[in-house]
C-alpha cells in the first residue's frame, strides 16, 4: 500500500543523512511542522538541499508525532464495552458486509492498517466492532475471534460512511479549507461535525477575511539584491518588522474566522442546531446564561455573508416592515468551565426542564473523560512496521483542543501528500533539490 512505500523511502532517507549530515534540514522541517508558513533563511549554503534530506526530515517528524501519541496500540476496548474513545470507522470493511461499524484505536492499527479508515474523534458510549459479526473481520488483538456479539447500543450516523454536517459531504481532509466542529450533545446529529458556514446556513464555503491572510509571506520577503541600496535594505528591514507584527497579531487573535463566528479560543464547545432544537425549552432557557454561554449563532439560509447580514438587519427592523420576526434555529458555544456551572445551575434552580434535563445529561454537568489506550515506553519508529506517517501524525493530532483537530489533520495530511508529489521525481533521479524549486513548492501548498 501507499504507506509502506513512503515508509520505505523514508527509512533510505534517514539511513542517508546519518552518513551525510547537512546543514538546515531542521530548518526545512520546522517549516514542515509549522504548517504552511516557511521563512528560508538566506544563507548560501541553504541553496540545494537533496531530496533524501527532505525525506529525512520527514521520519523526523514521524518520530515526533509518535512522542506526542505514545499509545500502546495493543489492546483492543470490545471488553470494556461502551465507552468514549477514538473511533475509527472502516469504509472496507463497510464495503465487503455492507454494514457501518466502528473500531478503537488499537484496532485501526493492528486489525484495519491496510483498510480505508475514517477518523470520527471521539464518540460516547461505544463498543469496538473489531471481531464481531457486524464486521466478519478477525481482530488480531483478541485471538483473531472474528464471530463475537456486536453490541446492541452501539449508535452509527453518516460519519460511519464517511459523509460529515447537514450538508452530508464527504470529509476530504486535503480539500477541506473550512473549520468544522463537533457537537458534543449529540443526542440528534450523533456527535457529527459541522462546518462554520453550514453552522451560520451559507450554502457555499466562504474565506474569512483578515488583513494579510493568505498573502505568499515568501513573496513578501524576497531576496535581498546583492548591490541594494541601503534604502532597500531599510525596506526589507521594515517588511520582516511588519511580517513579524502580523504573526504575532495572528497569534493573538487565532484562526482567522468568519464574519459572526466566533473565535475559536474564545469558546470551549460546540451544541448544534439539531440537538437544541429537540431540547429548545431547555435550550431557550440557557442560551442567555453568560455563565455558561459565550454566544449563539442563528442558522440564516443564505448564499453569503452579504446576504445573511441583510436579512438579520431586516430581521431586526421586522416590526417596522409589519412583518413577524423569524425565529431561525440557533447553535450554542459553551464557556470553558461549563460543567461547573451547569452544576451550579441545577443546584441553585427550581425550575424542572432544567433539573430534568440535567439529570438525563450528566455529561454537561461531570468530566466526561475520553479513554486512552495505556502509554507505550518504547518508541522506536524504525522498528513499528505497524507505523505510517500518516497514522501516526493523524494520532498525535488526537490530543489537541477537538475544535484544534481537524485542522490539524488537514494541515498535515496536505503538507505529507504534496510533498511527496514534489519530491517523487526528483528522488528517483537523485536530483539536487533547489532553492527555486523549494520556494515554488511551499508557494503553491500556500494556495
Ligand atoms: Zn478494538
Ligand atoms: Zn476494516
Ligand atoms: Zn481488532
Ligand atoms: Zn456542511
Ligand atoms: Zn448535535
Same mark, same amino acid.
Given at each position: 500500500?501507499?504507506?509502506?512505500?513512503?515508509?520505505?523511502?523514508?527509512?533510505?532517507?534517514?539511513?542517508?543523512?546519518?552518513?551525510? #549530515?547537512?546543514? +538546515?534540514?531542521?530548518?526545512?522541517? /520546522? &517549516?514542515?511542522?509549522?504548517? %504552511?508558513?516557511? $521563512?528560508?533563511?538566506?544563507?548560501?549554503?541553504?541553496?540545494?538541499?537533496?531530496?533524501?534530506?527532505?525525506?529525512?526530515?520527514?521520519?523526523?517528524?514521524?518520530?515526533?508525532?509518535?512522542?506526542?501519541?505514545?499509545?500502546?496500540?495493543?489492546?483492543?476496548?470490545?471488553?470494556?464495552?461502551?465507552?468514549?474513545?477514538?473511533?475509527?470507522?472502516?469504509?472496507?470493511?463497510?464495503?465487503?458486509?455492507?454494514?457501518?461499524?466502528?473500531?478503537?484505536?488499537?484496532?485501526?492499527?493492528?486489525?484495519?492498517?491496510?483498510?480505508?479508515?475514517?477518523?470520527?474523534?471521539?464518540?460516547?458510549?461505544?463498543?469496538?466492532?473489531?471481531?464481531?459479526?457486524?464486521?466478519?473481520?478477525?481482530?488480531?488483538?483478541?485471538?483473531?475471534?472474528?464471530?463475537?456479539?456486536?453490541?446492541?447500543?452501539?449508535?452509527?450516523?453518516?460519519?460511519?460512511?464517511?459523509?460529515?454536517?447537514?450538508?452530508? #459531504?464527504?470529509? +476530504?481532509?486535503?480539500?477541506?479549507? /473550512? &473549520?468544522?466542529?463537533?457537537? %458534543?450533545?449529540? $443526542?440528534?446529529?450523533?456527535?457529527?461535525?459541522?462546518?462554520?458556514?453550514?453552522?451560520?446556513?451559507?450554502?457555499?464555503?466562504?474565506?474569512?477575511?483578515?488583513?494579510?491572510?493568505?498573502?505568499?509571506?515568501?513573496?513578501?520577503?524576497?531576496?535581498?539584491?546583492?548591490?541594494?541600496?541601503?534604502?532597500?535594505?531599510?525596506?526589507?528591514?521594515?517588511?520582516?518588522?511588519?511580517?513579524?507584527?502580523?504573526?504575532?497579531?495572528?497569534?493573538?487573535?487565532?484562526?482567522?474566522?468568519?464574519?459572526?463566528?466566533?473565535?475559536?479560543?474564545?469558546?470551549?464547545?460546540?451544541?448544534?442546531?439539531?440537538?437544541?432544537?429537540?431540547?429548545?425549552?431547555?435550550?431557550?432557557?440557557?442560551?442567555?446564561?453568560?455563565?455558561?454561554?459565550?454566544?449563539?449563532?442563528?442558522?440564516?439560509?443564505?448564499?453569503?455573508?452579504?446576504?445573511?447580514?441583510?436579512?438579520?438587519?431586516?430581521?431586526?427592523?421586522?416590526?417596522?416592515?409589519?412583518?413577524?420576526?423569524?425565529?431561525?434555529?440557533?447553535? %450554542?458555544?459553551?464557556?470553558?468551565?461549563?460543567?461547573?456551572?451547569?452544576?451550579?445551575?441545577?443546584?441553585?434552580?427550581?425550575?424542572?426542564?432544567?433539573?430534568?434535563?440535567?439529570?438525563?445529561?450528566?455529561?454537561?454537568?461531570?468530566?466526561?473523560?475520553?479513554?486512552?489506550?495505556?502509554?507505550?515506553?518504547?518508541?522506536?519508529?524504525?522498528?513499528?512496521?505497524?507505523?505510517?506517517?500518516?497514522?501516526?501524525?493523524?494520532?498525535?493530532?488526537?490530543?489537541?483542543?477537538?475544535?484544534?483537530?481537524?485542522?490539524?489533520?488537514?494541515?498535515?495530511?496536505?503538507?505529507?501528500?504534496?510533498?511527496?508529489?514534489?519530491?517523487?521525481?526528483?528522488?528517483?533521479?537523485?536530483?539536487?533539490?533547489?532553492?527555486?524549486?523549494?520556494?515554488?513548492?511551499?508557494?503553491?501548498?500556500?494556495?
Amino acid at each position: 500500500m501507499a504507506s509502506d512505500e513512503v515508509k520505505k523511502e523514508l527509512n533510505q532517507g534517514s539511513k542517508e543523512t546519518k552518513q551525510d #549530515q547537512t546543514k +538546515n534540514t531542521t530548518d526545512v522541517d /520546522s &517549516n514542515q511542522q509549522s504548517n %504552511i508558513k516557511p $521563512e528560508l533563511d538566506s544563507n548560501p549554503s541553504s541553496d540545494s538541499i537533496t531530496a533524501q534530506d527532505y525525506i529525512s526530515s520527514q521520519l523526523e517528524l514521524e518520530r515526533e508525532a509518535k512522542e506526542l501519541m505514545p499509545y500502546d496500540p495493543n489492546q483492543c476496548t470490545y471488553s470494556m464495552g461502551a465507552i468514549r474513545q477514538q473511533i475509527y470507522a472502516c469504509l472496507t470493511c463497510l464495503a465487503k458486509t455492507g454494514q457501518t461499524s466502528g473500531i478503537c484505536y488499537s484496532c485501526s492499527i493492528q486489525c484495519h492498517s491496510d483498510h480505508e479508515l475514517v477518523e470520527l474523534f471521539t464518540k460516547r458510549n461505544f463498543t469496538c466492532d473489531c471481531g464481531t459479526t457486524k464486521m466478519n473481520h478477525p481482530c488480531y488483538l483478541r485471538s483473531k475471534i472474528f464471530d463475537d456479539i456486536p453490541s446492541s447500543s452501539n449508535s452509527y450516523n453518516q460519519n460511519f460512511k464517511g459523509h460529515f454536517c447537514d450538508c452530508k #459531504q464527504l470529509y +476530504n481532509p486535503i480539500e477541506e479549507k /473550512s &473549520n468544522m466542529l463537533q457537537c %458534543i450533545f449529540g $443526542e440528534t446529529c450523533q456527535e457529527d461535525w459541522f462546518h462554520d458556514y453550514c453552522i451560520m446556513g451559507l450554502t457555499h464555503y466562504e474565506p474569512p477575511k483578515q488583513k494579510d491572510h493568505g498573502v505568499n509571506k515568501l513573496d513578501q520577503l524576497g531576496e535581498p539584491e546583492i548591490d541594494a541600496a541601503t534604502q532597500n535594505i531599510k525596506n526589507e528591514e521594515d517588511k520582516k518588522e511588519e511580517l513579524m507584527k502580523n504573526d504575532q497579531q495572528e497569534e493573538e487573535n487565532g484562526e482567522p474566522v468568519l464574519d459572526g463566528f466566533p473565535n475559536l479560543d474564545d469558546f470551549d464547545c460546540y451544541i448544534c442546531w439539531k440537538c437544541i432544537n429537540k431540547f429548545k425549552d431547555f435550550f431557550d432557557k440557557i442560551k442567555q446564561n453568560n455563565d455558561i454561554v459565550v454566544t449563539t449563532v442563528q442558522r440564516i439560509p443564505s448564499e453569503n455573508l452579504q446576504e445573511r447580514n441583510s436579512i438579520i438587519l431586516q430581521n431586526q427592523d421586522g416590526t417596522f416592515f409589519k412583518k413577524r420576526k423569524i425565529d431561525y434555529d440557533y447553535s %450554542i458555544f459553551l464557556k470553558t468551565n461549563y460543567e461547573e456551572n451547569f452544576k451550579t445551575l441545577y443546584n441553585t434552580t427550581n425550575d424542572t426542564t432544567i433539573k430534568k434535563i440535567l439529570d438525563e445529561f450528566q455529561f454537561l454537568m461531570n468530566d466526561d473523560p475520553i479513554y486512552e489506550p495505556p502509554n507505550d515506553d518504547e518508541i522506536d519508529p524504525e522498528d513499528d512496521d505497524n507505523s505510517s506517517i500518516y497514522d501516526l501524525g493523524a494520532k498525535a493530532i488526537n490530543s489537541l483542543p477537538r475544535e484544534q483537530a481537524i485542522q490539524g489533520v488537514q494541515a498535515f495530511q496536505d503538507i505529507k501528500t504534496k510533498l511527496k508529489d514534489f519530491l517523487a521525481p526528483f528522488a528517483q533521479d537523485g536530483k539536487i533539490v533547489g532553492k527555486d524549486d523549494v520556494e515554488n513548492f511551499f508557494k503553491n501548498i500556500q494556495k
